[in-house]
């Protein structure tokens, strides 16, 4: 069987996805929606694909999915009105802004019984998920402190920051998943602070540009993350896990692993330079997962419950950072 897949969505992660799909023999790429006709013709030229409205998307006989690349304000409705049409669902990360508003949508999701698949793509970095594989098999005993330091090299538009629901929401919401998938049980606290040390522009956009979280979970144990908008050195993806045996690293990755000694010292290559160079791996893995799901009809991870989950720990570490304390979990759910 051939997946027959459609793209809603063509900017920045849509061709990232319509390229990670080209790579995947059991998978073909059929129609691409996008109102910038630039856009759409772009990725349709360079995929041989169809441009089509979404209404035809909807229409097309023998679709078995679509990938939601649109803005965020355009998920939820999107994700309900594919899942009742009994086609698989891959929406990119959040599902949305709103937390009563993705619990209305997943409930829409678990009623049409379809997949739904969240684009929190870390978790198929390779780097990321040995780090995990080793602490499922109990590699540094039990975890009981976990970093995890994620710096984009610059700001994104202002524009974007505006639609982005903010920097909790749309780039802490990562490292908040991948939290959870290291420390194995839920968080039970949320401590946040949030400043805009980057850019004064980013406070008249309502935003931070520099975040730090500490999590607990019910056991004590605990998570810091570190996020800011901008890193003069490249973007800077790192994380740690430390448990009662042993501690893993995972170090940032570079386009080429080599280093140069000489009188000067040791010199190495810069850092990839933004997530699509940097999580290109990760990409192609969570498609081929999206297809694998369809094709052997396995359950969707993540999912959209782990949507739902990340976004309120988003909302805990809001409310920390505007409230100057400690939010329990219990107050957000
Ligand atoms: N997982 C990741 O690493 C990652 C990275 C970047 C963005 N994202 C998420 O992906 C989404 C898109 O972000 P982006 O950076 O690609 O944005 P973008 O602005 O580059 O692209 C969005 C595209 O969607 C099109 N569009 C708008 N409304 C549409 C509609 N109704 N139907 C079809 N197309 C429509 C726009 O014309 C644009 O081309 C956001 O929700 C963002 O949070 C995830």
Do not use: W
Not at 144 to 149: K, L
Not at 237 to 242: G, K, N, S
Request: aromatic residues 6%; contains cysteine; negative net charge.
């Amino acid at each position: 069987m051939t997946v027959k897949l459609a793209l809603l969505g063509a900017g920045r992660i849509g061709q990232v996805h319509a390229h990670a799909i080209s790579g995947i023999r059991e998978a073909t790429l059929v129609a691409v929606a996008d109102p910038l006709e630039t856009a759409a013709s772009a990725v349709a030229h360079k995929y041989n694909c169809q441009v089509a409205s979404i209404d035809e998307i909807a229409g097309m006989e023998g679709l078995n999915g679509v990938l939601i690349c649109t803005p965020t304000n355009t998920h939820a409705d999107l994700i309900e009105r594919f899942a009742r049409l009994g086609k698989a669902v891959f929406c990119e990360k959040p599902v949305d802004l709103d937390l009563q508003r993705v619990k209305t949508c997943l409930e829409v999701v678990r009623e049409a019984g379809t997949p739904l698949m969240l684009g929190f793509n870390r978790r198929f970095d390779p780097h990321f998920a040995a780090v995990r594989k080793a602490v499922v098999d109990g590699r540094v005993g039990t975890v009981e402190q976990v970093s995890i330091t994620s710096r984009d090299p610059g700001l994104p538009p202002f524009e974007y920051i505006d639609v982005s629901g903010g920097i909790f929401r749309d780039m802490t919401i990562h490292d908040f998943d991948i939290a959870r998938f290291l420390l194995g049980e839920e968080v039970a606290s949320v401590q946040a602070t949030a400043s805009v040390l980057v850019d004064p522009r980013v406070a008249e956009h309502d935003d931070f540009d520099t975040v730090t979280v500490v999590m607990t979970t019910a056991d004590g144990k605990q998570c810091t993350i570190q996020n800011s908008r901008r890193a003069a050195y490249g973007y800077d993806q790192r994380l740690e896990v430390f448990g009662s045996t042993g501690m893993l690293t995972a170090e940032n990755q570079r386009p080429v692993s080599i280093e140069l000694a000489n009188s000067d010292g040791f010199t190495r290559p810069q850092l990839h330079d933004f997530f699509m160079t940097r999580y290109m791996d990760a990409y192609a893995a969570e498609i081929r997962a999206f297809v694998d799901t369809i094709l052997e009809g396995t359950i969707a991870s993540p999912s959209g419950e782990d949507g739902l989950l990340a976004l309120a720990l988003a909302e805990a570490a809001i409310k920390s950072a505007k409230e100057g304390r400690k939010v329990q979990m219990s107050e957000i759910h």
